[in-house]
């Protein structure tokens, strides 16, 4: 199983996933652009002296990356990933979703499931406290990339610029969704699990997977009017899946 060993090496992956996304066209490439461009931000960060512990961070790091390339790639050899990310894979398939919506699929899985087991093994025990305010770090660096994935939605949907303008429903709903369970629940999620031994930690997992697997749920069935909605914008975004991505990458 392909793994990274330092943040150079996670980049490096992750490109590798979205140039084989934008080949097979599939709109897995929409959370790989994303999340490269927040782990590239993070190596910044590191280089720029903004964690408390620049090795310890780089070790969250990869530690985290490596929970998302592990299962990226157990899917694309048809082994079974975790829950929450086999529904995020599988619906990538799904041609009535729109990106905002894969983008918050992978997000559900990778922060809400891996960024407090991540933490918790980097930093076991009471050790965990330690971790607090770099963990924090992190999530200002995923919210500053908010308003880069809402110009990308915009330039693939041009609607979305006059929405915009009127409400900021679909802002608030990106910002809410991650940041806010980032910071609370990824969190408290991770105090939880520092203590346990192996046995009550395997059990913790299983629950916590059942629940982010409640929370894809919602994602791809918001219910009548939403999904309506969703269908719309689906219908008239812009390009190819493989354009979208390029998009991407250049807007975040």
């Given at each position: 199983?392909?793994?990274?060993?330092?943040?150079?090496?996670?980049?490096?992956?992750?490109?590798?996933?979205?140039?084989?996304?934008?080949?097979?066209?599939?709109?897995?490439?929409?959370?790989?652009?994303?999340?490269?461009?927040?782990?590239?931000?993070?190596?910044?960060?590191?280089?720029?002296?903004?964690?408390?512990?620049?090795?310890?961070?780089?070790?969250?790091?990869?530690?985290?990356?490596?929970?998302?390339?592990?299962?990226?790639?157990?899917?694309?050899?048809?082994?079974?990933?975790?829950?929450?990310?086999?529904?995020?894979?599988?619906?990538?398939?799904?041609?009535?979703?729109?990106?905002?919506?894969?983008?918050?699929?992978?997000?559900?899985?990778?922060?809400?499931?891996?960024?407090?087991?991540?933490?918790?093994?980097?930093?076991?025990?009471?050790?965990?406290?330690?971790?607090?305010?770099?963990?924090?770090?992190?999530?200002?660096?995923?919210?500053?990339?908010?308003?880069?994935?809402?110009?990308?939605?915009?330039?693939?949907?041009?609607?979305?610029?006059?929405?915009?303008?009127?409400?900021?429903?679909?802002?608030?709903?990106?910002?809410?969704?991650?940041?806010?369970?980032?910071?609370?629940g990824a969190w408290k999620f991770a105090t939880e699990?520092?203590?346990?031994?192996?046995?009550?930690?395997?059990?913790?997992?299983?629950?916590?997977?059942?629940?982010?697997?409640?929370?894809?749920?919602?994602?791809?069935?918001?219910?009548?009017?939403?999904?309506?909605?969703?269908?719309?914008?689906?219908?008239?975004?812009?390009?190819?899946?493989?354009?979208?991505?390029?998009?991407?990458?250049?807007?975040?």
């Amino acid at each position: 199983m392909i793994q990274a060993k330092t943040i150079d090496e996670v980049i490096q992956i992750l490109n590798n996933i979205i140039a084989e996304t934008k080949k097979e066209g599939s709109t897995l490439g929409y959370f790989a652009v994303l999340y490269c461009k927040v782990t590239q931000k993070v190596k910044e960060g590191i280089v720029n002296g903004d964690f408390e512990n620049g090795p310890r961070m780089e070790r969250l790091d990869v530690v985290f990356a490596n929970r998302y390339i592990k299962a990226y790639y157990e899917y694309k050899s048809k082994q079974k990933p975790s829950q929450c990310w086999e529904i995020a894979f599988e619906k990538s398939n799904d041609f009535w979703l729109i990106m905002m919506q894969h983008l918050l699929l992978g997000m559900n899985a990778h922060i809400n499931y891996d960024l407090g087991i991540a933490a918790a093994e980097v930093c076991s025990g009471n050790e965990i406290h330690s971790l607090k305010n770099d963990f924090n770090t992190i999530n200002t660096i995923l919210s500053s990339l908010v308003g880069n994935v809402e110009k990308a939605l915009s330039d693939i949907w041009p609607t979305l610029k006059w929405i915009l303008k009127k409400t900021n429903k679909v802002d608030t709903f990106l910002v809410d969704f991650s940041m806010q369970m980032a910071r609370d629940g990824a969190w408290k999620f991770a105090t939880e699990i520092a203590p346990l031994n192996p046995n009550e930690l395997a059990i913790a997992l299983r629950n916590r997977d059942v629940k982010i697997t409640e929370t894809a749920k919602l994602v791809t069935n918001p219910g009548f009017v939403a999904s309506t909605l969703f269908k719309i914008i689906r219908l008239s975004e812009l390009g190819s899946v493989d354009k979208k991505i390029a998009t991407l990458e250049k807007v975040i």
